[in-house]
């Protein structure tokens, strides 16, 4: 009860109309798709009407293209408008930003994976509606919100801030571990017993569950109800040694701080669904494009947020009863290529490697590839299994056909606790 109180009490200060907008999410959850896409219409309208009157880079992008907000008669009509990358956002900052002047910012920052940082605010509806969509998916699970939570998001946390973490960490009922060492996670997994969810980093969630699993102590008297893997692609060879620990598989949550959550995985037919609510989501090429609705302070319109997807044809029904569309797969980064000795190829050929072996041996491999040189490629390999060495290097030949010279490696520890696992890490450039 006393972190049901807090929970309310901040909330009520921080986000006021996050649990209007919840109990809203909570509503349309069921709503026929052609209601969700009339509510999307209507929704764009009068965020692509605002952003024309309070935003200068946008008010000259619309009229470059003779975009009009209100002659758009569905949401493809935005397509007019050019696709945005990062570096658009970084060099048009100020710009982009809003003159509106908002009753209540947040501040936020975000390097990902390109190591650049790019810094905005966030109006009270964008971080409302971002906590909402999060918690409906909590929902979906049974979770609430203020319940014992376990949480991996990196450790290296400077010494002063590390006492104001903590602070906030036990306003939200939550524990993590600030170092790694093995007596420190035994301790984090005997709190985690007590929990009623764990999320984080996926790699780092797969490690607890093989530190789990190799205690001598009970393994089914954890009473978790979710375990959300953020921020990283769950391997599908991740699921055994979770499902094993813990008496459930590792669901998705997907999102970014600049498009906030796109999708959530429901629980009852594994399907990531969008939040179509709160965003719109197109395939171009095969990458994920999206446009925030709620991103009125910064607006994000259109933005190639750099991962590869495959969404459902439109045709599509989950068996849970949500008509809101799905994405199907997560495929990887959109990253550097790998440079062979005559050709390049996108780091996404890895992925099909892997996946190709799975479906057709039942063989799944943990793996991180390293680029020093042109034309060679160091393999790391999770599992001491070189009897596959075989079958993994003549799949590496049908996608880089002796172009690139592989060097595998096997029984490799491939997470460092320090953040995120990258699975393609090239030092040429």
Same mark, same amino acid.
């Given at each position: ?26 509503? #349309? ?65 100020? +710009? ?11 501040? #936020? ?21 971002? +906590? ?27 010494? $002063? ?24 996670? $035994? ?15 996926? #790699? ?66 594994? /399907? ?22 709620? #991103? ?60 190709? !072996?799975?479906?057709?041996?039942? !063989? ?7 680029? $020093? ?6 393999? +790391? ?19 880089? $056909? ?12 491939? /997470? ?14």
């Amino acid at each position: 009860m006393l972190h049901r109180l807090i929970y309310y009490l901040g909330m009520l200060k921080r986000n006021p109309s996050l649990l209007e907008y919840y109990n809203f999410l909570k509503e #349309s959850d069921f709503w026929s798709l052609e209601k969700l896409q009339k509510y999307q219409l209507e929704k764009a309208k009068v965020f692509f009407q605002f952003v024309y009157e309070h935003s200068v880079f946008y008010r000259e992008l619309f009229d470059q293209v003779g975009f009009n907000a209100q002659k758009i008669t569905c949401v493809d009509d935005i397509k007019v408008l050019p696709i945005i990358d990062k570096n658009i956002l970084l060099r048009e900052n100020e +710009r982009i930003q809003s003159d509106y002047r908002f009753k209540k910012l947040f501040f #936020s920052e975000t390097s990902g994976t390109t190591g650049q940082v790019l810094k905005f605010y966030r109006n009270e509806e964008w971080e409302s509606g971002h +906590r909402a969509a999060m918690f409906r998916g909590y929902h979906w699970y049974g979770v609430k919100v203020w319940e014992k939570n376990g949480y991996f998001w990196g450790y290296n946390i400077d010494k $002063k801030q590390k006492y104001k973490v903590a602070f906030l960490d036990f306003l939200q009922n939550r524990f993590r571990m600030f170092s790694y060492d093995k007596e420190e996670l $035994k301790r984090f997994i005997k709190r985690l017993r007590r929990a009623a969810y764990l999320e984080g980093y996926s #790699s780092m969630i797969y490690e607890t569950a093989k530190m789990v699993n190799q205690l001598p102590e009970r393994k089914n008297d954890f009473k978790l109800k979710m375990v959300k893997g953020t921020s990283e692609k769950i391997y599908e060879s991740y699921q055994e040694e979770i499902q094993k620990a813990f008496g459930l598989k590792m669901i998705s949550e997907y999102g970014s701080t600049e498009s906030g959550i796109i999708a959530y995985e429901c629980p009852e037919g594994g /399907h990531m669904h969008i939040c179509m609510e709160n965003v719109i989501v197109e395939e171009v090429n095969g990458e994920i494009v999206v446009t925030n609705l709620l #991103s009125y302070s910064f607006p994000i319109i259109r933005y190639k947020l750099g991962d590869y997807v495959k969404l459902a044809d439109k045709t599509f029904r989950c068996k849970c009863g949500r008509e809101h569309s799905v994405i199907l797969d997560i495929l990887g980064r959109v990253g550097k290529c790998v440079k062979g000795y005559v050709q390049q190829y996108p780091s996404l050929m890895f992925y099909y490697v892997f996946k190709n !072996i799975a479906l057709t041996t039942s !063989i799944s491999l943990n793996y991180q590839a390293i680029q $020093k040189e042109i034309g060679k490629v160091d393999l +790391r390999i999770e599992q001491n299994q070189p009897e596959y060495q075989y079958i993994l290097q003549r799949e590496l030949d049908k996608y880089f $056909k002796k172009d690139v010279d592989f060097k595998i490696v096997w029984g490799q520890t491939l /997470h460092t606790w320090n953040g995120k696992l990258r699975d393609f890490i090239s030092e040429l450039d």
